[in-house]
């Protein structure tokens, strides 16, 4: 069983940066890919960007190339969202999600691909 817990959403203008965080329980959280997905609303979710099991290679969605990194601290248990230049488009409920299955170092991009996700935290943008 994982446990993830997100934070660092709220309210921010356009243009400027937040950072999420996403803290996992357990001693194993430093072999799982982890990523990050997004919900508007109205939308569906999506994919916005994965991180290897030991911080070196990540993927992004095209929406968010560029502007958004996603890091972690496996000292920690925590995979960060640095998210810069916002849009309003880019208002959401951000969640984390980590895959427990076997993962080679690769996209991810499928809700299915995963096996734990937190309850989210908000990012809203306004312009």
């Known amino acids: 069983q994982v446990q993830l817990v997100e934070s660092g959403g709220g309210l921010v203008q356009a243009g400027g940066s937040l950072r999420l965080s996403c803290a996992a329980s357990g001693r194993t959280f430093s072999t799982y890919v982890t990523a990050w997905f997004r919900q508007a609303p109205g939308n569906e979710r999506e994919f916005v960007g994965n991180?290897?099991?030991?911080?070196?290679?990540?993927y992004y969605a095209d929406s968010v190339k560029g502007r958004f990194t996603i890091s972690r601290d496996n000292t920690k248990n925590t995979v960060y969202l640095q998210m810069n230049s916002l849009k309003p488009e880019d208002t959401a409920v951000y969640y984390c999600a980590v895959r427990t299955r076997f993962a080679t170092a690769t996209m991810w991009p499928r809700d299915s691909d995963y096996d734990y996700w937190g309850q989210g935290t908000q990012v809203t943008v306004s312009s």
């Open positions: 991180i290897d099991r030991f911080g070196r290679t990540t």
